[in-house]
Structures are given as C-alpha cells and as structure tokens.
C-alpha cells in the first residue's frame, strides 16, 4: 500500500499572476522544514524551457520549482508543455519529447490520452514525495474551456487539492478578478477553494482590510495573506509576459555598459539573461528599436521557437541591415541557438519542420548553414573554450541544448566552444562560429551566462573596449539558491503558513 503525498494547488484569476513563482515559494518553505516536496503542472504553455538530466525537456518555471525544491527536475513534473509556433499550432512536448505539431481542435482530440498521462504523473510524485505543490494555468473560471479542462480543476479532483485562488493586484481590480472568478465556478469547482492571496502588492496593507473583509464575509474563507511585489528577483519566468516590465530603452549612463536583447516575436528561454541583468554597471533591454541595436555595446539575437518567421520579421523590420550595420563598424553581436541560426547565411527547412518555406536566406554574419530536422535535441552539456573570443579563457562552463536539426560551421570556422558531454556521455563537438573578424559570435548553447567566470570576462571585454575602468563583474549576483530563498522568506513574512499547511493537512 503506497503512502499518498498530500497535496496543495495553486490556482489564479488570469495568467501571470505569479502562480509560479508562489508555487517556488511553497516548495522552498516546506523544504526549509524539512519536508520532502515536488512541484506539478500538468500542462504548461511556454516557450521558457528547461532541459533534465535525463534529457527531457519541460517548462522553465517547473524546473525553477525543483530548484527551490532541492531536486532535480523530471518530465513527471511537467507532463505536458506546448510551445507555440504561430499559425494557431504548437508543438507538443509529451514527458520530455517533443510528439507533433498540433492545432487546438488537433489537441482535444487526444485529451484522453493526456488525461491519463496526467493521472498517472501526480499518482507518481504523490508515492515518492511527501507533499506535492500543484500549479494551475490561466484561469479555472474559462467557462468556454470547463469541458476541456487538463489543468486545473481536473488536477484538483484527481489529486484531491485543497486550492488557493491567487489574485495579482498589481494589474488593478483584484478584488474584482477575485470574486468574478468564484461567481463563475460551477458549485462542485468553487467548492475546491480554500482560501485567497492577494500577490504583487504596493502600498499600506491597511488599506486593503475592508475589502479582505468582505471576500472572507461573502466566501467564508480566509485571506491567507497578501504578498508584497518583489523587486529584481533573480529566478526565471514562465513565458515573455515578464518583458513588458523590463526597460526598453538604452540607458544614458556612459559608465554603463549597454546590451540590447532584440526582441522576437517568437523569443525563446530569455532568462539567459537574467545573471547580465543584475550585474552591477550593465543595462540589459529588450527591444526591436534599429537605432538601439545600432549604438549598444552588445547586440544578442536570442532563441526563438519560430526561427524562419522572426528572421523574417527581422527583415520587415530592418533588423537585419541594422545588424550589418554593426557588424561594418566593428560592433559586438552574439547569436543564441536561433539567434545564432538567423546570424548564419542560410537555413534549411526541406521536411517543412518548422515552417512554409524549404529555405531562407540568413543574415549573412556568420559562416553557417542550419538544416532542419524533425528530431528534437534536448541536451545538458558541458563544453570548454575553443577560440579567443570576447569570452576570454572562462575554462570549461555548464548549459543546454533545445534545437531542430543541425547548425554547422563552413570554411574552417572557428567556433566559440567545443562540446565535451552531452547528458553525461563525453563527446568532442565545435559548437557555433565566429566571423573573421572576431566581432560576431554564435552559440547553440543557453545558459552560458550562468557560468560567472565566462560572463565576467566577457563583461570585461566590453569595458575594455569602451574605455572603462576594469570591474569586479558578478560580485554582486546572487546566486539562485539565495533567491529563493529571498522569495521564501518574504512569502513566509506575508502569508498565514500555518493555516496553508492546515488546509492542505500538512503535519
């Protein structure tokens, strides 16, 4: 007879309202006492990525939660994460693999099949942990997708969740979201509901009593606690919502150093960027601004799930010939996986994998061609140095791999690194390429910056080049670990952790 975890959800009134990053929460506070306890999310849509050890490649924000957990991540956290791919399509990732390209209507023809997938997942975690922190999508009120529905309410029932409704008071009208969402619960679904939290709050909590009041008068049940907006947290995001609050503008500070992410429709695992965004003397935007891109110290093209549509963007927008720009005056441009692909001289598509066109031409900076393919890599690796570059001798550094096809260098490039393990198998693989002249660079691996010797040198390269004193790059970035730490103690500060473990019969 197996012993059964016991189980919490966390559900909202809308997408992005920080259910992820209060499910971390939830997971660093019972790992701090002590008890054994693993995220869930039955079905994630997200273009944020992570891979496993094991190979397998699932939603950023739940590899993030393992984190905070102590664990590492496994697709049975995670079973089920779509990646759109514009075209009203998305790739369909089923425990770890990516498993087709489907439409919505395609989608729901299979709920069965991924009901059960579903089922078994949590039935698995709830035998081997403790507690299980279960995060729900968007919201459970869609009264439009009720009879569709694989990851809230659906979730709650099968894993027998006590759920707390989260509202984000940051957008305005909370209260509003709050009771609109129990107003549109069918009886048996509201019933599920434990209590409410209030996150991303600004201001005299006092202020709020009346109206807690009447939530707890109306619903008979308790405002477990409302959470204040933390500022500059270093731990990823879900999907690029998170953008819209980040600067997009160049900062006028000449003791700065200046980096434009450009900014893709299709943009992919942004928190590569994260550690660069809160280094001392840097100013990171995102942004499609042509004369930014022109006068930054460092233009990054990064991931994209839709390569072939956003070079194509990139051309309408005259991002390309801003880029050529740069590259004519000497300017620093790096290209991340598809960035790395678009910054090549031609991508290949013959199986229609990715898009409508068999080809396209790239934007012509790097001595590459791409070549679609329908098997998906999803590797962690490690890799080591293999040219001089602005990434100086950082040794041998950690990241992953999330592409179709293959990306290979022409006319004896040099490449930036070399592949030496591939989930823990060795191997002996160039990786990328730079121009001749050294100032464009293209990588297929994300997470570099996250190895701190290869970002400081970097950084220090681009103080150099602009006439700047040297700096003690990364001294200052706290590591993940303190994070959430930070965000469990001040999630611990604000919400009633002794009624939640209650709820959930937590002992």
Known sequence: MYHLAKTLMLQGTASSVGKSLLTAAMCRILR?????????KAQNMALNAAVTPAGGEIGRAQAVQAEAAGLTPTVEMNPILLKPEGGMRSQVVVLGKAAASMTWSEYQERRGEWMKIVDECIARLRREFEVVIIEGAGSPAEINLRSQDLVNMHVAEAAEAPVLL??????GGVFAQL???MELLEAEDRARIAGFVINKFRGDGALLKPALDYLESRYGLPVLGVVPYLERLRIAEEDSVGLDRRPRELSRDPDEVKIVVVRLPGISNYDDFSALEHEPGVAVIY???TDAIVRCDLAIVPGSKNTMNDLAWMRRRGLDRALASRSRSGGLTLGICGGCQMLGRRIEDPGLVESGDHEADGVGLLPLVTRFESVKRTTQVRAAIAAESIF??????????IHMGRTVALDGAAAPFR??????SSCDVADGAISNDGATIGTMLHGIFENRRLRCAMLAALRMRKGLPAAAAGAEVADRGAEYDRLADAVRAAVNIAAVK??????
Not at 166 to 171: C, F, H, S, V
Request: hydrophobic content about 35%; cysteine-free.
């Open 32 to 40: 701090q006492d002590g008890i054994r306890v693993a995220p869930f």
């Open 166 to 171: 989260i509202g984000d008071i940051d957008r």
């Open 179 to 181: 009771v609109g969402t």
């Open 287 to 289: 942004t499609a601004d």
């Open 392 to 401: 100086g001798d950082a040794g041998e550094i950690e990241g992953y791999e």
């Open 419 to 424: 592949v030496i393990s591939r989930n823990g």
């Open 502 to 507: 209650r709820i959930a019969k937590i002992a």
